[in-house]
């Protein structure tokens, strides 16, 4: 028969498994079923450290082991008479003591002792000879009568809720927790006991709010009501409301966060669950993360008034390196989705700009800083220029290939083009979680920095909303697109790069923070440099690609005509791609529609150039450069004038609307007078309007090969075999003949032109006398007015005027039948007379 279990009356918390004496507060009690190693055994005995065990299965066997590896085993489990698993032993976590007040602690001491007391007898504490009070002796009053007089004496002592049924429920607590169970007593709920199934549904009604408008608590709190009442129509299950913010605190969520911005929520749901580790890489490209967010300032537009701009950004891990940064306006369009016109925002095609210019040296510009230069930096500049001749003048910002790019769920990163640029280069891809920022951390903290380090000391800096921006910041002065994208250029180069970053520490030194540059500088040492240079073929497949069928008139790519007499070769040609027909494919850059490019495989297999180049046909109306955000926005004015439907015309009409806009954009806005656009706050300096310079069209990929040097094949004069030129001794008067108000030597030797008849002057190699005047003539200064005689040199035949003769003097006069052959040629250093 099963022996009688007793309660265990041990306070001290001691875990399963202590050598005890009689195993009982280890967990165990003779009659007990426990599971053992996959078999059923029933608690034979407990002798001191051991256990007997007497098998329960038929083909088990009966075991005596020690009492620690059997309640250590780990399918040890202690089994009700229906075969089921009963809850072991908790251990009370007697931490929460160091939460409460002195005075909540004294108290807690205080119920200690009168419950020791009416349950043993004595008091904690007492002297070893100290003996019961005759009310309280276990040996002469039952415990019922015990607990009886404690109440007498409480409540007298004027406490309140101490009957015989309360003291005997926190006595059975206390024997199970111990001192833990007598801190709700004292200090209230800290840790809470709310039903399970409302702190299930209000976490579903928080996670179903996320996407909802901001509002307060107490919608929330209507909400959980209503859904207690649905979900449980017969259960009075309800929750105050102080009991609702209590739970809410008790789960980490703020009221301020209910009613704060929906981008908050979102972006605390879809954080990952803890714990978070940090993002790690070894390696330089192992992993860059490219995003993109509003840069906080307001630029002028290439239409003259004021746009937001957007960033977007690459950052290498390793290195924290900003190895790509592209700025671009962002500006709403107008008409319905998928034929809006005239808005602008980052594209795919920014995105791979923006990893092509990763690939390639940033060039150091006139009017930086010095500090801005690599060879100035602490990047390995002789090592690099050896292994890339780019890096020639270039700014201190590293050259790093990706090897995986971590992007968002945008569309601009989600499609083809992006990555078929990003397959061609050897880029993997890998997908962030939707509305889930920490999975590229890195990024989010270098928009944060830059908002921080950069923006806010730039001018017309508008802050992230509307209610921390100035009030005249769309009136103040502005960059320009080009401007502040060189700015920012300048600042990574000069600041980021050189600045020490707190995530950057070697294993080795963990107390030396190093700069980006640093870090790229021990770490290219490791693995080494490879650059990737791409040639003009390579780069025109990082454009967009349409594909269009060669026409009579050309090609048709967005709204406009190019052609070209090497394009008329494809006319009406099947493209052999299946599925085409005659369709080719045609590349073009947005930022640079001034020619296209057509693409032929079959020449690329036989080795031969696979490019076919056409321009836009009427590209000599639109003087200078423009961009497909121009023609759209002068396309949409064109239309809503009402505009003819023919395309040539059209196009012709939009290529002239195009190049009004590029000069009504460099007048700047025409709309109020420009003392109405002074600053509109009293004692303020006015405001000087930024024209906008050429328009932003973005970095410009090598799409073309460059001119060839005309000069490449002449070599360098040395200055020591270079004869000076004989100087000039002759008057003004006689540097341009042609001229009425002075002499001039006629087509025949030794005849002078006056302002009034021509005068006969000897043929002679003797030169005129120190002292000799010239004609007279009236109104004319023969003198040099240096006191030194005018030398006169007769013009050659067949001259027909003019400076150049002068320089002809110096030379032999063209051989006659008629005339002696001329004497040779002096030796440069003769004298004048010589010469003559």
């Known amino acids: 028969m099963r022996a009688q279990r007793s309660g265990c009356t041990c306070r001290t918390g001691s875990a399963p498994g202590t050598d005890d004496d009689d195993g009982r507060c280890a967990g165990l009690e003779p ?3 426990v599971r053992w190693h996959g078999a059923s055994y029933l ?12 098998a329960a299965d038929e083909d088990g066997e009966d075991a005596v082991a020690l009492l620690s590896a059997v309640v250590g085993a780990p399918d040890f489990a202690v089994l009700d008479d229906a075969g089921t698993e009963r809850p072991g ?5 007697v931490s929460i003591l160091s939460l409460l007040t002195p005075a909540e602690l004294v108290d807690v001491r205080a119920w200690e002792r009168h419950l020791r007391e009416a349950e043993e007898g004595l008091p904690p504490g007492c ?4 003996r019961p009070r005759p009310e309280y002796d276990p040996a002469t009053v039952s415990r019922s009568q015990r607990l009886a007089s404690k109440e007498r004496e409480l409540k007298a002592l004027g406490w309140r809720k101490v009957s015989v049924a309360t003291l005997d429920r926190r006595l059975k607590e206390y024997s199970a927790q111990g001192v833990a169970a007598l801190v709700k007593v004292v200090a209230g709920k800290l840790y809470g006991n709310t ?7 209000l976490l579903q009604e928080l996670k179903d709010g996320v996407e909802e408008s901001s509002g307060w608590g107490t919608r929330l709190h209507e909400r959980l009501q209503a859904g207690l009442r649905a979900a449980y129509p017969e259960e009075n299950l309800r929750i105050s409301r102080t009991g609702f913010y209590r739970l809410l605190n008790s789960l980490g969520t703020r009221t301020g966060s209910l009613r704060g911005p929906v981008r908050r929520r979102r972006e605390a749901a879809g954080s990952p669950e803890p714990p978070w580790t940090p993002t790690r ?5 192992e992993m860059v993360q490219i995003d993109s967010t509003g840069l906080d300032v307001l630029a002028i537009g290439d239409d003259g008034y004021p746009v937001q701009v957007e960033l977007t950004a690459a950052v290498d891990v390793a290195s924290r390196s900003i190895i790509g940064a592209l700025i671009v306006p962002r500006a709403p369009g107008r008409g319905y989705k998928g034929k809006r016109l005239g808005g602008r925002a980052t594209t795919s095609f920014d995105a791979t700009l923006m990893l092509a210019q990763a690939l390639a040296p940033m060039p150091a510009r006139p009017g930086w800083s010095p500090l801005s230069r690599a060879e100035l930096s602490d990047l390995p500049y002789a090592d690099q220029v050896a292994c890339d001749p780019r890096m020639a003048g270039a700014a201190a910002r590293p050259v790093i290939r990706p090897k995986m790019v971590v992007v968002d769920q945008g569309k601009i990163y989600q499609g083809e083009h992006f990555e078929d640029v990003c397959t061609s280069l050897g880029i993997s891809i890998r997908s962030a979680r939707d509305n889930t920022g920490p999975d590229k951390a890195i990024v989010e903290a270098t928009f944060s920095a830059l908002k921080k380090l950069f923006s806010q000391y730039v001018a017309a800096y508008t802050a992230r909303d509307l209610a921390r921006r100035g009030k005249y910041v769309a009136e103040g002065p502005m960059w320009r697109l080009n401007e502040l994208q060189d700015l920012l250029n300048e600042w990574i180069a000069l600041h980021w790069q050189q600045h020490r970053h707190e995530g950057l520490r070697s294993p080795n030194l963990p107390g030396v923070v190093l700069t980006p540059n640093q870090m790229y500088a021990a770490l290219v040492a490791c693995e080494g440099y ?3 240079p791409l040639s003009p073929s390579q780069s025109r497949k990082l454009l967009l690609c349409e594909w269009r069928q060669v026409g009579d008139k050309g090609v048709r790519v967005g709204n406009r005509t190019y052609n070209s007499a090497a394009l008329q070769a494809y006319n009406k040609q099947p493209s052999g791609v299946r599925g085409q027909g005659k369709r080719w494919p045609i590349r073009f850059d947005p930022y640079a529609p001034h020619y296209v490019w057509l693409f032929d495989q079959r020449q690329e297999q036989l080795g031969k150039d696979p490019w076919v180049e056409a321009e836009f046909i009427h590209q000599d109306l639109i003087d200078g450069e423009w961009s497909q955000y121009l023609w759209q926005t002068a396309e949409q004015a064109f239309l809503n004038a009402g505009g003819p439907e023919e395309h040539e015309q059209r196009e012709r009409d939009i290529a002239l609307a195009v190049s009004e806009l590029r000069e009504r954009a460099r007048r700047g806005p025409l709309d109020e007078a420009p003392a109405a656009r002074a600053w509109r706050r009293a004692g303020a300096a006015r405001r000087l309007w930024r024209r906008p310079g050429r328009p932003f069209t973005g970095p410009q990929p090598a799409v073309r090969p460059p001119d060839p040097d005309r000069y490449a094949s002449i070599s360098v004069p040395d200055p020591a075999t270079i004869v000076p030129a004989r100087s000039l001794e002759n008057p003004a008067q006689f540097l341009f003949p042609d001229q009425d108000a002075g ?3 006629s087509g025949d030797a030794g005849v002078l032109v006056t302002a009034g008849e021509p005068v006969a002057v000897p043929d002679t190699d003797e030169r005129p006398p120190q002292n000799a005047e010239p004609p007279a003539d009236p109104g004319v200064d023969m003198t040099t007015g240096t006191g030194k005689e005018p030398r006169l040199v007769a013009q050659r035949r067949g001259s027909t005027g003019g400076i150049a003769d002068l320089f002809l003097s110096g030379l032999p006069a063209p051989a006659d039948a008629s005339d002696p052959a001329p004497p040779p040629r002096a030796a440069a250093g003769s004298t004048d007379e010589e010469d003559s």
Not at 43 to 54: C, E, F, P
Not at 89 to 93: C, G, K, L, T, V
Not at 127 to 130: F, H, K, L, M
């Open 89 to 93: 032993a908790r251990i009370p976590d």
């Open 43 to 54: 608690v034979a005995a407990l002798q001191g450290g051991r256990v007997h065990l007497s």
């Open 31 to 33: 009659g007990d079923t």
């Open 530 to 532: 490879a650059p990737l």
């Open 195 to 201: 039903d399970e199934r409302i702190v299930a549904l």
């Open 743 to 745: 002499p001039r030597l």
């Open 281 to 285: 890489a070894r390696m330089l490209g």
């Open 127 to 130: 002297a070893p000879d100290a």
